[in-house]
Nanobody, 120 residues
Framework: VQLQASGGGLVQAGGSLRLSCAAS????????MGWFRQAPGKEREFVLA????????YYGDSVKGRFTISRDNAKNTVYLQMNSLKPEDTAVYYC??????????????WGQGTQVTVSS
């Protein structure tokens, strides 16, 4: 599966942003989908993931209550809605795909990343 993320940009603290990830290749609905991020000088961090048909979502501790994930199977697209953004959310965000057992730890399929910058 190939992943193409978009929607990053510059936003003020407290604002919102929505990222999109378009998938192509193998059957989209067979994959769990998620997002990771990496800030400068920091390790890559799990953000959140939608497992299977979207019936369950895993959240990273730092985004719970602020970020949500949704998927449109007809468009082979997954979305990351980010609300109440904080400067510490500044990072490159990566869309990922894999089976449920790997989606929060070591997903094998990665998009190219999109930059999100939150100003204070």
């Amino acid at each position: 599966v190939q992943l193409q993320a978009s929607g990053g940009g510059l936003v003020q603290a407290g604002g919102s942003l929505r990222l999109s990830c378009a998938a192509s290749g193998r059957a989209f609905t067979s994959f769990s989908m998620g997002w990771f991020r990496q800030a400068p000088g920091k390790e890559r961090e799990f953000v959140l993931a939608s497992v299977g048909d979207g019936s369950y979502t895993y959240y990273g501790d730092s985004v719970k209550g602020r970020f949500t994930i949704s998927r449109d199977n007809a468009k082979n697209t997954v979305y990351l809605q980010m609300n109440s953004l904080k400067p510490e959310d500044t990072a490159v965000y990566y869309c990922v795909a894999d089976q449920a057992a790997r989606i929060t730890t070591t997903p094998r399929y990665w998009g190219q990343g999109t930059q999100v910058t939150v100003s204070s």
